[in-house]
């Protein structure tokens, strides 16, 4: 393939040179002067706020009630961190199915932690959430105990 003005037996033809400013244009001190204007910096607008207003809400965070609900969302915190080192396991092809079972074991010991503490807690959202959980965990282990049969 040849290029046209490219060849290597011969120098590098001289560069052009830059002038000293790129363009004819006027300096940026003269242009933020005029925009500026002899009183200072722009006065913002009448009616204009005079901070910046976050335009997301505040959300508080949930209020535990009880130490039961907070113990139960520390065990539903622990549990989706495992299904998620599981998900990432499972992704990992040239991982050997037996290294998974440690991680079984766990979420199997935390499907039973769970269980126990759904029955104990009073609040219907963290009840919900729980159902779901478990509902996922269950799923999840199903399809590793038929994926390990086959």
Do not use: H
């Amino acid at each position: 393939m040849k290029i046209d003005g490219l060849d290597p037996t011969k120098p590098n033809p001289p560069e052009k040179q830059k002038s000293a400013q790129s363009s004819p244009g006027e300096s940026f001190g003269k242009i933020l002067s005029e925009l500026e204007g002899a009183g200072g910096p722009a006065k913002p607008r009448e009616g204009a706020p005079s901070a910046p207003v976050s335009s997301v809400p505040f959300i508080t965070p949930p209020v535990v009630e009880s130490s039961a609900s907070a113990e139960l969302i520390g065990s539903l915190e622990k549990t989706l961190t495992d299904l998620s080192i599981f998900a990432n396991a499972l992704g990992n092809t040239g991982l050997p199915l037996e290294r998974l079972d440690p991680i079984v074991d766990e979420l199997a010991v935390r499907k039973d932690e769970l269980a126990s503490m759904l029955k104990t807690s009073s609040d219907d959202e963290i009840k919900g959430i729980v159902t779901d959980v478990l509902a996922v965990l269950l799923e999840n282990m199903a399809d590793y105990s038929r994926g390990y049969a086959a």
